[in-house]
């Protein structure tokens, strides 16, 4: 079990908006920032958001990111069919002194 | 280009050890924190340990504190993990990571292609 909560699964049509949730709690979320990947089948992770809201060069601006207390949210807007892949929140947590990551969410675009 | 280039997977006992390197290019090494983070087949993602830019401090999972040692030469611009006693549970796919900043966030801009360990008799 994940010390970060994610929905197993999310969906949406091409041109839709989604947001994928992930919960944590104060010792991680809530006194740190979070990080957000994408993962195609077969590849490494790639960085789409770091620090709560940041975008990396060459992200679209379709992604974005919010946080809100121990929680924290990933929008997809304009939603394409090469964005379908399993997305994961990170963060590091004081508690454990170390990093967490979410359970991950598969993307389907229907 | 900025890259890293995993080497040292493969097959190995129960109980057995082995030391995965990443090479590092494009970038000055030092100045960045660095992460390994394994998937277990099907799995989701894990983060494993990390270590700051000059190796001063180093963070581990409960899941291999003990087991496991991370390191860098920055001379060389390379990272490495020790992994000791093995268990099948640590088979995954390994990745390194470089931070975006000299500290330990979780926010990780570069990655390599990974390195396979399979512990199995």
């Known amino acids: 079990q994940s010390v970060l909560t994610q929905p197993p699964s999310a969906s949406g049509t091409p041109g839709q908006r989604v947001t994928i949730s992930c919960s944590g709690s104060s010792s991680n979320i809530g006194s740190n920032t979070v990080n957000w990947y994408q993962q195609l089948p077969g590849t490494a992770p790639k960085l789409l958001i770091y620090?709560?809201?940041q975008r990396p060069s060459g992200v679209p601006d379709r992604f974005s990111g919010s946080k809100s207390g121990t929680s924290a949210s990933l929008a997809i807007s304009g939603l394409q069919s090469e964005d379908e892949a399993d997305y994961y929140c990170a963060a590091w947590d004081d508690s454990l002194n170390g990093g967490v990551f979410g359970g991950g969410t598969k993307l389907t675009v229907l | 280009e900025v890259q890293l280039l995993e080497s040292g997977g493969g097959l190995v006992q129960p109980g057995g050890s082995l030391r995965l390197s990443c090479a590092a290019s494009?970038?000055?090494?030092?100045?960045?924190?660095m992460s390994w983070v394994r998937q277990a087949p099907g799995k989701g993602l894990e983060w494993v340990s990390a270590i700051s830019g000059s190796g001063g401090s180093t963070y581990y999972a409960d899941s291999v504190k003990g087991r496991f040692t991370i390191s860098r030469d920055n001379s060389k611009n390379t990272l490495y993990l020790q992994m000791n006693s093995l268990r099948a549970e640590d088979t995954a796919v390994y990745y390194c990571?470089?931070?975006?900043?000299?500290?330990?966030?979780?926010?990780?801009?570069?990655w390599g292609q990974g390195t396979t360990v399979t512990v199995s008799s």
């Open positions: 990571a470089k931070e975006n900043y000299d500290f330990c966030h979780l926010g990780m801009d570069v």
């Open positions: 620090s709560n809201n």
């Open positions: 494009g970038f000055t090494f030092s100045s960045y924190a």
